[in-house]
C-alpha cells in the first residue's frame, strides 16, 4: 500500500502543476451561440432584400426589423472569380485582399455585413471581457439565386493577406489593460489575437470581430498609479508595437517553468521506481542467501510450527505498476 499512496501523491501532485498550464490553454467559447446564430438567420433575410436588381460589387444597405433597431447590415454581391484576383478594397470596416476562396465552390456570393452596436454584448456575451467596439460580422452566402430560400453559409478562406478590420475609434481601454481582437467562429469559438495599429485586426476566416479587454485589470501592485499620471485623452487607443508581446512572453514562461517541473517530477518517478525495483531485487536476493525469510512459529501441540502471515507480499502491486 505504500507503493501506491505515494504514486497517488506524486500523481496528484502532477495534476496541480499542470493545472494552470491546461488553464490558460483552456478554449473560450461564447457560452450560448444559439440566439447569435438565429440572428444571423434573421439579418441574412432582411440583407438579402435590401437587393433591388443589385449590381455587382455594389454594397446595399439593408434594414432591420424595429425589434432589432440599433444594428446594422449591408449585403455584396460578388462574382467569386473576381473576388478572388481583385478581392475588395473597402466594404465598411473590411478590406477583403485577393486570394480569398469559398468552401463550397459557388459562381456568385453575398457577403452579408453586421455591425451589432449596442446589442453586442447581448449577442456576444464573453464572461471576463468588454467591448471596446461594436461586434461586426462578415458572414458569405451562396448568391447564385438570389430568390432561393435555402442558403446554407459559406466558408471563406483568405490565402496569403489577411482580411483587415478597421474599427477605427473605439472606446479608450481602462488604464492598465490591453486590447486584443477577438475573433468569434460561427460555432462560437473565441480566438484572440493582438491589435494592429489603428484599431486594425486581421482575419483569415468568416465570423464575428471586435476588439476587447479583460474586465478586471489586475493592477499592478508593485507601482501603485500615481494620481499625477494624465488620464487618456485621445478617444482612439493606440496599442504599443509591442501590445500582445508582453502576455505571450509570460505565456512561454509559464509553459517553460511548468515542463521543467515536470520533467523533473518524471526523473524523480523514474528514478524512485527504478530505486524501488532494485530494493525489492535485493531484499529478494538477501533472502534467498539467507535459505528464506524466517517463518512465523506458532506452537502446534507441543511443536513449533511454521503459519503463513496473512499479508507477507502483495503480488497485484508488482503486476498494476511495475512495467
Ligand atoms: C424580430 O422581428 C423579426 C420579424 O418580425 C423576427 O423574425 C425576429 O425573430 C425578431 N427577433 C427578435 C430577436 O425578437
Ligand atoms: C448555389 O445556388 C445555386 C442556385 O440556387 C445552386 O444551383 C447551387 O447548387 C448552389 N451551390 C451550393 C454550393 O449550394
Ligand atoms: C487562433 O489564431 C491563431 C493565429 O491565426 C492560430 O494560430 C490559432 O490556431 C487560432 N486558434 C484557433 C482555436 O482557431
Redesign the pocket.
Known amino acids: 500500500m505504500e507503493l501506491q499512496f505515494q504514486i497517488d501523491t506524486i500523481l496528484i501532485l502532477l495534476i496541480m502543476l499542470l493545472f494552470p498550464i491546461v488553464k490558460s490553454q483552456s478554449?473560450v467559447n461564447v457560452p450560448d451561440i444559439k440566439p447569435a446564430r438565429d440572428l444571423d438567420a434573421v439579418l441574412e433575410q432582411y440583407a438579402f432584400s435590401a437587393f433591388v436588381n443589385p449590381k455587382t460589387g455594389v454594397e446595399y444597405n439593408g434594414i432591420v426589423p424595429k425589434n432589432l433597431t440599433g444594428i446594422k447590415i449591408a449585403a455584396l454581391r460578388l462574382r467569386t472569380g473576381s473576388l478572388f484576383t481583385r478581392g475588395v478594397s473597402m466594404y465598411k470596416e473590411f478590406r477583403i485582399p485577393k486570394g480569398v476562396i469559398e468552401q463550397p465552390y459557388v459562381q456568385r456570393l453575398v457577403f452579408v455585413y453586421q455591425n451589432l452596436g449596442d446589442r453586442s454584448e447581448i449577442y456576444y456575451h464573453l464572461p471576463g471581457y468588454m467591448y471596446l467596439a461594436p461586434v461586426l460580422g462578415l458572414l458569405a452566402y451562396n448568391g447564385t439565386d438570389l430568390s432561393s430560400e435555402n442558403r446554407p453559409e459559406l466558408e471563406i478562406q483568405a490565402s496569403d493577406e489577411p482580411i483587415y478590420i478597421d474599427f477605427g475609434s473605439v472606446r479608450p481601454a481602462p488604464h492598465g489593460s490591453k486590447p486584443m481582437c477577438v475573433?468569434i467562429?460561427l460555432h462560437g469559438?473565441v480566438?484572440?489575437?493582438s491589435v494592429v495599429s489603428g484599431n486594425r485586426c486581421s482575419a483569415?476566416k468568416q465570423g464575428h470581430f471586435s476588439i476587447v479587454v479583460k474586465s478586471k485589470p489586475v493592477p499592478p501592485s508593485s507601482a501603485p498609479v500615481s494620481p499625477q499620471v494624465p488620464p487618456a485623452t485621445s478617444e482612439v487607443v493606440k496599442p504599443g508595437k509591442n501590445g500582445g508581446i508582453d502576455s505571450k512572453i509570460w505565456v512561454y514562461v509559464i509553459y517553460v517553468a511548468g515542463g521543467c517541473v515536470l520533467l523533473v517530477l518524471l526523473a524523480v518517478l523514474g528514478l524512485w521506481i527504478c530505486g524501488y525495483k532494485k530494493r525489492k531485487k535485493t531484499r529478494k536476493m538477501e533472502r534467498a542467501a539467507e535459505g528464506g525469510e524466517p517463518l512465523h512459529m506458532t506452537m502446534i501441540g507441543g511443536m513449533k510450527a511454521p503459519a503463513a502471515m496473512v499479508t507477507r507480499t502483495q503480488p497485484t502491486l508488482e503486476t498494476e505498476y511495475v512495467p
Do not use: L, S
Request: net charge negative.
Open positions: 478554449v475573433w467562429d469559438q480566438n484572440f489575437t483569415f
